[in-house]
């Protein structure tokens, strides 16, 4: 069964605030998908050390895969998480509730898909960072290739230059879900890629050459597809003239 992108969040943002939230309009997630949710912060003296995720949907449960990655010369940080949908009615909301920080800035953002894998679903991750002046892109890379041909990857970065406009591009390949050109506040985009062959996946975002670097970070996660459920049985229904078929072989179930 291939992964489907349904429908996203679009941008989020909260500043000075010790959580956010997000109500599903005007449908729900459906019992089934997934919710993949992800957020970059920055805070120039305190580190956190994740996001606490939940929604009002008992019981729904957000996992992270990853767990406040940060580069610390000035607590940039990126987090990804993921939950499958259990129960979904009435009014729907999702909270992001930063750990041990009152965060003065974050941006994030929700995607739902349909046809990850129902168990197991995560598979890879990645982290960079890095807070060399006058860089032009900022890459990001799997530790290992995918474990299956068919999944989604998610990437995001935060990147914190003292730039207004930072004529962000890419990542090649990737849907965007939000970009914030604004890198004083700071920058940075969340995408999305639906993959059907086997790669070490990997997200690179050219930039704006900023003298005035204060840290950059990027994530990745990818998570599997759902199985195909049939296997291969061969036919042997009657032929019309009472012969047994067995002409081959059928796709027996579907996904």
Known sequence: ??????????????????SDTYTWSPTNPAVGNHVIAAAAMWDASVACTGINWSDNQSPNS?????????????????NIASAK?????????????????????????????SGIATSNWA??????????????STPVTATAENTTAAGVAIAIANLDLSD??????????????????????????????IYSETETSSATWGHDAV????????????????AAAGRATKNTRSHPLGLASGRGFMIGGRA
């Open 123 to 136: 598979d890879r991750t990645g982290t960079y960072g890095a807070a060399p002046a006058s860089a032009t």
């Open 164 to 193: 207004s406009d930072l004529n962000i591009t890419g990542p090649s390949g990737y849907t965007n879900v939000y970009v914030e050109d604004d890198g004083n506040v700071p920058g940075g985009t969340l995408a999305y890629k």
């Open 62 to 78: 957000y996992a992270e895969q990853i767990v406040d990655y940060e580069y610390t010369t000035n607590h940039d940080w990126i």
């Open 1 to 18: 069964m291939a992964v489907a992108y349904v429908r996203t969040s679009g941008k989020q943002t909260c500043a000075g605030a010790s």
């Open 85 to 113: 949908i259990a129960t979904s009615s009435g009014t729907f909301t999702v909270t992001l509730a930063p750990q041990s920080a009152t965060a003065p800035y974050i941006h994030w953002g929700l995607i739902e898909f």
């Open 211 to 226: 003298a005035t670097n204060y840290g950059r970070a990027a994530g990745i996660a990818t998570y599997k597809a759902a």
